[in-house]
């Protein structure tokens, strides 16, 4: 019988996995994990499921695990078939439309201004590639010359890893007095190299609008826009915004912060999201009311400012981009990423990655994958070698095991004979 089930315990026991297992989900998932732990797995509308399932076979060949659509509306209260898996959206759809082994370049913070060249960025006062230093031109200069560059920046810095993304080491340096302080301590250019070795970059801070500072002043908040290259065109897709937390100066997940969804006009969604899938309607930290917030100034200029920034990378056909607000309403431009957790992004915005475009996608990429196989991420490349090489190893020794059975066996028979 097909039906609505209601699982009362917020987390399901294992005796319980097997409602969810007969449903095509898969129990040691991390998206069910977080969904289950978040209590968005309570209801499970089993008719919803097999509408589900009947839309995926129909616009992309074969049935999904539909975790995803159940979190989504117990989320939500919306029951959107569109709305994508995990595994799908990494190993299938986005390998098809990004080349990742042509991404390290483009990732690079310190080749922002040759590889993409937005017209508005935060100011560069220092890079460190591979241990040697060049200024806002990209002129080679020595330790000593380094030095003086920050010093003569009577200003707050920002020093952050060139070649990572996932908000940490990002920390504020202080110039006063042709000093430099960081934490309140006293550092020089040695300490800098002490602590990140090479591949950084020094910036000067920016000062943010008041929309996005108010929620947590102590982070720049910056938003979360994606784009999409489709028919010759770039296409805007739903994004949000993220918010710092615990006083930290980033604005990341995985150090506190939250996400929020905006709409295509600009304006904010009420209810924010973190890395946990769990739910606010204020901010931790702050206090601050989400439903409070004036909507983004200038956003179509927003908008169009990362499809600009999107036509510079040929290689990548889907972006997301971290863009702050200036004081003055302008997007700055801070970086680019090509592998962020699209999946997490459709319970922020309460909308499918691929909005309107969804069915078009699917069909495409379900076409596209009769004739090729995809290339994944270097990531997911290196779990499947050792998956591989787990499960070799595991046919090795169960060989071994048959051969010295065998061996055994024709000794036992040779003192027979």
């Known amino acids: 019988m097909w039906g609505l089930l209601r699982l009362t315990n917020k987390k399901a026991m294992p005796k319980d996995l097997t409602v969810y297992q007969d449903l095509g989900i898969k129990t040691d998932s991390h998206p069910f994990k977080s969904c289950l732990n978040a209590g968005l797995l309570n209801d499970v509308d089993e008719f919803f499921v097999k509408e589900v399932q009947e839309y995926w076979k129909r616009n992309y060949g074969k049935s999904v695990d539909p975790v995803l659509n159940i979190a989504f509306m117990n989320l939500t209260g919306i029951k959107d078939n569109r709305i994508t898996p995990r595994q799908v959206l990494r190993k299938k759809i986005l390998p098809l439309f990004n080349d990742y082994d042509m991404s390290i370049g483009y990732k690079d913070k310190n080749l922002y201004d040759v590889m993409i060249n937005p017209t508005r960025s935060p100011k560069t006062v220092l890079k460190n590639i591979n241990g040697n230093y060049f200024d806002t031109n990209n002129n080679s200069v020595d330790t000593a010359s380094a030095n003086k560059l920050l010093l003569e920046h009577n200003s707050d810095l920002i020093i952050k890893p060139s070649r990572t993304n996932n908000g940490k080491r990002i920390v504020k340096l202080k110039v006063e007095d042709e000093n430099i302080y960081l934490d309140g301590e006293d550092v020089t250019i040695h ?102 917030l004036n909507p983004i100034p200038n956003f179509d200029e927003v908008k169009q400012f990362v499809k ?56 495409h990429v379900s076409d596209k994958l009769k004739t090729i196989q995809p290339k994944l991420m270097k990531k997911d490349r290196l779990k499947k070698q050792k998956k591989e090489m787990k499960e070799t190893r595991g046919q090795v020794d169960e060989l071994k095991a048959q051969n010295k059975e065998l061996k055994e066996m024709l000794k036992k028979k040779d003192k027979e004979l």
């Open 308 to 363: 600009d920034c999107h036509k510079n990378i040929l290689h990548l056909d889907v972006i997301s981009w971290d863009i702050a607000i200036s004081s003055d309403g302008k997007p700055i431009f801070i970086e680019a990423n090509f592998s962020g957790p699209l999946w997490l992004g459709q319970f922020i915005t309460q909308q499918p990655p691929f909005g309107d475009f969804t069915e078009e996608v699917l069909q």
């Open 191 to 292: 300490h800098l190299e002490e602590m990140y070795a090479k591949n950084f970059i020094v910036q000067e801070a920016i000062e943010q609008h008041s929309s996005m500072a108010v929620p947590h002043p102590s982070s720049v908040n910056t938003l979360r826009l994606y784009t999409f290259r489709w028919k010759q065109g770039i296409k805007y897709l739903p994004s949000f915004a993220r918010f710092g937390g615990n006083n930290h100066i980033n604005d990341n997940t995985g150090t506190g912060g939250l996400c929020l969804g905006i709409t295509d006009t600009g304006k904010f969604l009420n209810v924010a999201v973190d890395d946990d899938m769990r739910t606010y309607t204020h901010h931790p930290t702050t206090g601050y009311c989400f439903a409070d």
